[in-house]
């Protein structure tokens, strides 16, 4: 059996209802629920949450919603391995054996359904850990700069300071959007980032949403890449 999860708790913060909040004309978190049930790869998309509008409008959506996210799993510091470990129990519980879960950020209008579909090969060929895409960062981290409260900067690494850009080693961080995983995995409390095989998507694919100026950015791009669908 293989599971999508997408934790989307009650209480963001620094965009109040940011799971819900309308997003190029639908609440945010069907963007996420939409790309699970587009790639084919899920014999149950849930939704784990701890608010009751959240799990109405999953349900409207496609997703199921099968429990109440207990409250101590619902904070701003809860992890997402024990999070996903919840859900995982709770339908093992009720007799579900999956094999193989996917944790979907709610978060993620941008999230393509073959990025799904590559992240369970990549993770079938590993067996065992997890599987996730990452993008570049846009400029070498090499050539990093600190800054001072006065305004000096000094390079965090001097030994790059006259080597090319070309010749330095390309760096990448997690897009921030899935996780494919082993159910092994996650019920070990197995760290993701130490545990797990990559692919590489388009910067242009990865939008981190924490600010109001976040949204309209990935609103306009959005907006960019869908215009042939909105004629």
């Known amino acids: 059996m293989r599971l999508a999860v997408i934790p989307a708790r009650g209480g963001s913060k620094r965009i109040p209802r940011k799971n819900i909040r309308p997003f190029a004309g639908r609440p945010m978190i069907t963007h996420a629920i939409g790309a699970a049930l587009a790639s084919e790869v899920f014999d149950q998309v849930i939704v784990s949450t701890d608010d009751a509008e959240i799990a109405e409008i999953a349900r409207v959506a496609g997703a199921e919603v099968p429990f109440t996210r207990p409250a101590e799993l619902a904070d701003d510091i809860t992890p997402t391995v024990p999070v996903i470990a919840h859900a995982i129990n709770a339908l093992m519980a009720a007799g579900l054996t999956p094999a193989q879960v996917c944790c979907i950020y709610p978060g993620v209008p941008l ?26 960062f846009p400029s070498p981290i090499q050539r990093a700069l600190r800054r001072h409260e006065d305004g000096r900067t000094e390079p965090f690494d001097a030994r790059h300071v006259g080597t090319r850009t070309q010749d330095l080693e390309p760096a990448y961080h997690d897009s921030g959007q899935f996780y494919w ?15 797990a095989r990559t692919f590489v998507i388009p910067e242009w694919r990865c939008v981190d949403i924490d600010t109001l100026d976040d949204w309209l950015r990935a609103e306009a791009l959005y907006g960019v890449l869908h215009a042939k669908d909105h004629p």
Do not use: R
């Open 111 to 136: 999230l393509s359904p073959q990025d799904l579909v590559q992240g369970l090969e990549l993770l079938k060929q590993a067996g065992q850990g997890y599987a996730f895409p990452v993008t570049p």
């Open 181 to 195: 995983g082993a159910t092994p995995s996650w019920l070990g409390g197995l760290n993701i980032h130490q545990n």
